[in-house]
């Protein structure tokens, strides 16, 4: 078997009604994975769904409402994923939340409800993912970062020091999970736009890219998750507590 594929690996993937998780859901079951895949929005809200049950079967997908930041729900999620497929292989975990406000703006309940998005989140799935894996005989967890953690730009403080916390998380869950045969990776985007959100962007964003890195360009969402892929397979079997960067040579 091609060790960069997802066959046979059931894979959790949360935060997946937006542009990166609805992506990775595609990507994923075309690389041959079972996807489970939980978000705060009702299913209704991806029509493409049941096409993609039509296409790769029911029986390897699955999917449940839920808050990330809820203990109670995540512990849900988890049984019902026990439940599904009696195992987890891979979870890919895309929540977060940025009220996009300066620190000086910023009430306390913005801080903390940010906070609870991006950083607690991180740390409910890998608590709760973990527990499954071990049963399962091992796994691999990627969160998604970004550069703001370690880049500060704009109001994203709240934002920016959840994903700083993340990537520290990432390094300790990795410490603690690997007598168990869980690698624990974070990818680290820089600046990257859905197909259309990119086609409203103005000139002078197009030009701005071109100027602060090497490729030129944003990235795209299928970039992010094809390195997520990666480390999610068992070509990626000695990579743990790593953060990759995925952005187009912006650090440089």
């Not at 730009?153 to 020091?161: K, R």
């Not at 045969?181 to 086609?199: H, M, S, T, W, Y």
């Amino acid at each position: 078997m091609n060790s960069l594929s997802l066959q046979d690996k059931v894979i959790l993937i949360t935060g997946a009604l937006g542009d990166g998780g609805a992506g990775a859901i595609k990507l994923f079951l075309k690389k041959g994975a079972s996807i489970a895949a939980t978000d705060l929005k009702s299913i209704d809200k991806f029509p493409e769904w049941e096409v993609l049950q039509k296409q790769y079967g029911s029986d390897r997908m699955y999917y449940m409402e839920s808050d990330f930041t809820n203990e109670d729900q995540v512990q849900s999620v988890m049984e019902g994923v026990d439940r599904y497929f009696g195992r987890l292989n891979g979870a890919y975990h895309n929540v977060y939340a940025n009220p996009s406000l300066s620190i000086a703006e910023m009430s306390m309940q913005d801080w903390e409800q940010s906070l609870r998005g991006t950083l607690t989140s991180a740390f409910l799935m890998c608590k709760y993912a973990a527990q499954l894996m071990i049963a399962s005989g091992g796994g691999s967890i990627v969160n998604t970062s970004s550069i703001l953690g370690t880049k500060p730009s704009g109001a994203n403080a709240s934002y920016g020091a959840g994903k700083a916390g993340m990537e520290q998380l990432t390094r300790y869950a990795a410490v603690e999970y690997a007598k168990y045969g869980i690698r624990v990776n974070a990818v680290v985007p820089g600046d990257f736009k859905g197909e259309q959100l990119l086609a409203t962007m103005p000139p002078s964003h197009f030009e701005e890219m071109r100027a602060i890195t090497l490729i030129g360009r944003s990235g795209t969402t299928d970039e992010i998750n094809e390195v997520a892929a990666f480390l999610l397979s068992d070509a990626a079997t000695y990579v743990t507590g790593s953060m990759y960067p995925v952005n187009g040579g912006l650090w440089i």
